[in-house]
């Protein structure tokens, strides 16, 4: 089983809609958990960091469910700029500075 | 530099040839790591430094693969006798204590 687990999609919107995605972890003890978000050809870029208690950044929330070991991101009133690809970010636990991606869920946003 | 750099930024290599790959990372973060990310994958850890101490290289896929960062700043990872399977993007990224991960733009090594 991989440490960090997405649905690789894609996920295909029309402007203006909500979409959520999921994502899993294997290691319980694990520290910090983040979403990153990378562009066709380009490096990740960090889109933010997830808390414990869940945080929102604009059109962005991101939640995280440790007794499920489940984190996720929710898009609203999504942009075509939104279409990218969207890395889920695990800081396993003793793992120094360690990040450990998934294999990413591509969502594509029409007009 | 303003951010990581990585160099070169494409290299086609013969199957058999070694290659080396630079990264320069932001100046004065301590944390250098080094992911390879095939088509359609997320990045897959190779290694990790903490200045010049290469702390972790559970990720290095064979003995062909070696990482340096002798002065804890500019790192190389070198590949020898490449393979096909070799063929991925290479990122390097790096990072202060706790703190957001910058990554470099890559190097794509593609293995003929």
Known sequence: RKEVEQDPGPFNVPEGATVAFNCTYSNSASQSFFWYRQDCRKEPKLLMSVYSSGNEDGRFTAQLNRASQYISLLIRDSKLSDSATYLCVVNPVGGYNKLIFGAGTRLAVHP | ?112
């Open chain 2, 1 to 112: 530099g303003a951010g990581v750099s990585q160099s070169p930024r494409y290299k086609v290599a013969k199957r058999g040839q070694d290659v080396a790959l630079r990264c320069d990372p932001i100046s004065g973060h301590v944390s250098l790591f080094w992911y390879q990310q095939a088509l359609g994958q997320g990045p897959e850890f190779l290694t990790y430094f903490q200045n010049e101490a290469q702390l972790d290289k559970s990720g290095l896929p064979s003995d062909r693969f070696f990482a340096e960062r002798p002065e804890g700043s500019v790192s190389t990872l070198k590949i020898q006798r490449t393979q096909q399977e070799d063929s991925a993007v290479y990122l390097c990224a790096s990072r202060r204590q706790n703190t957001e991960a910058f990554f470099g733009q890559g190097t794509r090594l593609t293995v003929v």
